[in-house]
């Protein structure tokens, strides 16, 4: 895989795009039918938020949905967003001929340069086994610079093998579309460090909270310790945005709904956000709403959540996307994401007040002008995180203008949308977390009067 070594963006800055929504649309347009789409629609108008989102709808999908979204500042960015998300995920479940049948073992033996099954952040199935042939394909380390086998199983999206895959579940995080190669894998590099995002702040600011709070197996902890622990991932100060991101929030606030932001970034310093807003819809209907955005220009992660926040409402409303469960449903542990909520907890993470709020002009923020100026500072991070691996595997379909890579960071964690694995990070997110408790009480101690 050889990246270009400059690919400037579009207006000169913002999002990862070297061409304008216009431009990228006329290119695929015409091959749309190829990938099983039919219709390209409008729902926008479903919300009386008024932010736009369309759908791009394949009937004879492959895929577990056959109804793919898109959101944006303009009806052509969502009519963009949505169709290419129907490529991607048409592309990911093509035929992907092995580049070796082998199990780990042999190619280990063999002194090729493979991943072991076990550093990929996800549950393996219970009959893998190192000794057992899987399929493997090659992918390349961003990082490093080499080629690598992976399995087959942690790169594409098909719903049937002539194997059992090696991993309990099969998720799409990391699968990104884009006008180029470059393009999409810095789409992709940014939805993995969301999900990481996600399920760090997950981890101590809402599930340890909880449990110091209930007292789940210690002592219930007063309040300003797990307000500190909420606190870790402050609201971002409505007043404080940048005028765009501020009329994306009015439209929520006109259309008489509340809207809070939640600072998110993790120790990666890429900034990420959580848009959530709630409404009683009806008993079929999710009582809440979210959306997540991370990109190295903190305005592009912040819009990236806001209108991500709209098309889930939207989404949910024409309840069209097969996946989605409803709130009375008994579902497994990694249907927890798609599940509607029957409920709001006010008192809860995302929605109690609180005392701390950041400014968004505090927030550290990247603004470039070219896309691989933007993979080479996410990849610093990652490797500054001592992350030694960032994989890409070439999965854009043939006689479409669309680029299409699955990409996968060993020990990046996505267990706040597949609820599989939590891996070293979120460890030592958790751990660290009570370490900083223990000391703060120690010293509150130590402060009181003999």
């Known amino acids: 895989m050889k990246l270009r070594k400059s690919v400037p963006k579009v207006g000169g800055g913002g999002v990862h795009r070297e061409f304008t929504a216009e431009q990228t649309y006329a290119r695929i347009e015409p091959h749309l039918r190829r990938a099983g789409v039919t219709r390209v629609a409008e729902i926008t108008w479903l919300d009386r938020v008024g932010i736009p989102v369309y759908n791009a709808i394949a009937p004879r999908s492959n895929d577990i949905i056959s109804v793919y979204n898109g959101k944006g500042l303009t009806n052509m960015d969502a009519r963009t967003s949505a169709a290419m998300e129907a490529i991607e995920r048409f592309s990911a479940a093509l035929p992907v001929r092995p580049q070796v049948i082998a199990s780990y073992e042999e190619l280990v033996a063999e002194g090729r340069t493979v991943l072991d099954p076990r550093e990929n952040n996800a549950e393996l199935s219970a009959h893998y086994r190192d000794d057992l042939p899987i399929s493997w394909v090659e992918a390349y380390d961003l990082i490093n610079e080499e080629s690598i086998l992976i399995p087959q199983a942690s790169a594409v999206y098909g719903l049937k093998f002539h194997e059992p895959p090696c991993y309990k579940v099969l998720s799409t995080n990391g699968l990104a579309s884009g006008n180029s190669l470059e393009e999409a894998i810095c789409h992709a590099l940014t939805e993995l ?82 848009a959530a807003t709630s409404e009683d819809l009806g008993p079929t209907t999710s009582q809440g709403h979210g959306g997540f955005g991370t990109h190295p220009d903190a305005n592009v992660a912040l819009i990236r959540a806001i209108t991500e926040c709209a098309q889930g409402r939207a989404v949910d409303i024409q309840a069209m996307r097969e996946d989605i469960r409803l709130p009375t449903e008994n579902v497994s542990k990694y249907q927890n994401h798609v599940q509607r909520s029957a409920t ?29 100026t933007d993979i080479k500072l996410i990849l610093d991070r990652i490797r500054a995180a001592g992350i030694e691996r960032a994989l890409a595997v070439d999965l854009s379909p043939p006689g479409i203008p669309v680029s299409v890579v699955r990409v996968i960071v060993p020990r990046l964690e996505s267990w706040a949308v597949d609820h599989c694995k939590i891996g070293p990070r979120g460890a030592t997110v958790w751990n660290n977390a009570l370490v900083e408790l223990s000391a703060r009480k120690r010293a509150a101690e130590l402060s009181k009067p003999a």
């Open 193 to 274: 460090i969301e999900r990481d995002s996600m399920t760090n702040a997950e981890l101590v600011s809402s599930q340890l909270a909880q449990v110091l709070e209930k007292g789940i197996f210690v002592e219930p902890q007063p309040e300003h310790i797990t307000s500190h622990l909420r606190e870790l991932h402050p609201h971002v100060d409505l007043d404080s945005l940048p005028p765009l991101a501020k009329s994306l929030v009015d439209k929520f606030h006109d259309a008489g709904l509340k809207m809070r932001i939640v600072h998110i970034t993790s120790d990666l310093e890429i900034p990420s956000f959580l």
């Open 344 to 372: 709001i907890d006010k008192g809860a993470w995302a929605w109690q007040p609180m005392r701390k709020q950041v400014a968004f002009a505090d927030i550290p923020s990247w603004t470039t002008d070219d896309v691989m």
